[in-house]
């Protein structure tokens, strides 16, 4: 079974930084696209940040020039978070796109989400 362990999360002021990380451990031939998604109180899951096998990288217009997403392997992803901002404040939650494993079909798959807390 495949599983996404997230970490890095925590609290920090405004203007400060963080580093979240994503391994994906069980039996993985190979990863499409790993992202970073996100989700505040009373709000709908959305994009922050994705990167494919090849490098091709997207980001959230409110993210863009602060954070950057980087894939130490293919089962491995980074996402570093500049002048964090209290609006960034959410839970991050892992993504892994087009997951190849044993079983021959590519599935998604979530982490269990870590928070993320900017204080004013």
């Known amino acids: 079974q495949v599983q996404l362990v997230e970490s890095g999360g925590g609290l920090v002021q405004s203007g400060g930084s963080l580093r979240l990380s994503c391994a994906a451990e069980?039996?993985?031939?190979?990863?499409?696209?790993m992202g970073w998604y996100r989700q505040a109180p009373g709000k709908q899951r959305e994009l922050v940040a994705s990167?494919?096998?090849?490098?091709?990288t997207i980001y959230a217009d409110s993210v863009k020039g602060r954070f950057a997403i980087s894939r130490d392997s293919f089962k491995s992803t980074n996402l570093q978070m500049n002048s964090l901002k209290p609006e960034d404040t959410a839970v991050y939650y892992c993504?892994?796109?087009?997951?190849?494993?044993?079983?021959?079909?590519?599935?998604?798959?979530w982490g269990q989400g870590t928070q993320v807390t900017v204080s004013s």
């Open positions: 069980g039996t993985i031939f190979g990863i499409s696209a």
């Open positions: 990167i494919t096998g090849g490098g091709t």
């Open positions: 993504n892994a796109d087009g997951v190849w494993t044993v079983s021959g079909s590519r599935d998604n798959y």
